[in-house]
């Protein structure tokens, strides 16, 4: 999940990271409200959760609170890269001396996170990766031991830091490490960090993932989920606890476990048919989930055929067959099925499915070539 901006710079402050003063406005009158508050020059920036809105126009300095509303009026009506601008951020405008990049990772080849650091802040860090990549300085994360002054103090040396803001930096640096582990964050970015004509050391924005998977303990995070980026589909899957993804293809998948999902899609790739999604109903799904998953599926127009892949353990194949019915009855489906169940009460849901006119089949590779036909049309 990705936190807007002005979300992960409010986390940043709490942390102690200084940030510009400023607030976040729907309307371009509030913006204006908000820079005749602060004063002097403010920067009206476009709050997407996408990169690089300084070059798409979606960042703009205005010098005073009438040019603020006038900007603000401009940038909420835009869309970068395709996501409308909904909100922007009014922030005082900073004088820049020099701007530098700052980020914490994870480094799954490593299994550690990672701090990386360049002196050429400002632009993408891919961007630095490709053109400058000698200007990168990376340092891996022991997580029992965190960091320490003498990790800040390389960092620093690292990107030829001059040496007055060594201590502001590593104080920086140690912040962002806590925001990053409280938050089970999978990045947290400041790009740039800044330092100003005033000779301090400011983050301008920010940036922070945070790992699906622990959101369950992170529920104030979960709230602030802008679900604008995200597919329909997607968004309503999350509501019953449904981990899927909408992919290109025209072979529905209706699958238990995350392996056994990955293993149909790969089967049906094998036979050269092309899956519409990923889904994992999970283990012990009930009629209402899987009607609801259904539903889902057949909300895609691209889907032309669907497999249903269940090896019933702690999931109940009648359970199961019992929510395909009522999601037939439901969205009265027009696409052919392919049903694959075994294991617990698996007789009992194939005998409920037999007068469904559905297409049965015994093993994966079996259901997947029916499915794999029936979505082109032919017979099997
Ligand atoms: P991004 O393009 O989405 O990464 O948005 P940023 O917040 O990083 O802003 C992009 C660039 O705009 C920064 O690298 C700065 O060069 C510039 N910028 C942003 N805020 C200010 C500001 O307050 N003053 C000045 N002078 N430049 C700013
Ligand atoms: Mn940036």
Redesign the pocket.
Known sequence: MKLHEYQSKQIFSRYGIPI?KGRVASTAVEARQIAEELGGRV?I?SQVLV?????AGG?K?ANDPAEAEAFATQILSMEIKGLPVRKVLV?E??A?EQ?IYLGITNDRAFKKPVIMASSAG?VEIEEVAKTDPDKIVKMHINPLIGIKDYHARDIAAGIDLPREHWKQFGEILKALWQVYNDHDATLAEI??LIIGKDKKLKA??GKMLIDDNALFRHPELSEMRDTDEDAPSEVEARKYGLTFIKLDGNIGCMVNGAGLAMASMDILKLFGGDPANFLDIGGGAGADKVSAAMRIILSDPNVKAILFNIFGGITRCDEVAKGILIAMAEVKPKVPMVVRLVGTNAKEGRAMLADANMITAETLADAAQKAVNAAKGVQS
């Open positions: 510009p920067v920036k990169g690089g809105r300084g070059k960042i300095v922030d405008a900073a820049i701007e400002g790009n740039p301008l924005d």
